[in-house]
Nanobody, 123 residues
Framework: VQLQAFGGGLVQAGGSLRLSCEAS????????MGWFRQAPGKEREFVAA????????YYADSVKDRFTISRDNAKNTVYLQMNSLSPEDTAVYYC?????????????????WGQGTQVTVSS
């Protein structure tokens, strides 16, 4: 599975962005998908995850009620809608695929990673 994330950019605090992650290969619909982020000087952290069917979704507490993860299996794409952005959301955002059965929030569980897209939120 190859993943390509895009949609990042510079936005003012309170603004919105939608990230997309396109996957190659015919196994996308059977993969759980996750978004993670890494701010400068910090470890990569979990943001959101969605099961292969879309029936189960997890969010980090820091983004709950502001971010929405979704997927379109027909387009091999997973999305992250980010609203009410704050400077604390500034990071490189990565999408990842997990081919295991159980949806996970743990970074090490994910098998494939995209290259990341920069999100910068100005105050």
């Amino acid at each position: 599975v190859q993943l390509q994330a895009f949609g990042g950019g510079l936005v003012q605090a309170g603004g919105s962005l939608r990230l997309s992650c396109e996957a190659s290969g015919r196994t996308f619909s059977s993969n759980n998908m996750g978004w993670f982020r890494q701010a400068p000087g910090k470890e990569r952290e979990f943001v959101a995850a969605i099961s292969w069917s879309g029936g189960r979704i997890y969010y980090a507490d820091s983004v709950k009620d502001r971010f929405t993860i979704s997927r379109d299996n027909a387009k091999n794409t997973v999305y992250l809608q980010m609203n009410s952005l704050s400077p604390e959301d500034t990071a490189v955002y990565y999408c990842a695929a997990d081919q295991k059965f159980t949806l996970s929030t743990i970074l090490a569980r994910y098998d494939y990673w995209g290259q990341g897209t920069q999100v910068t939120v100005s105050s």
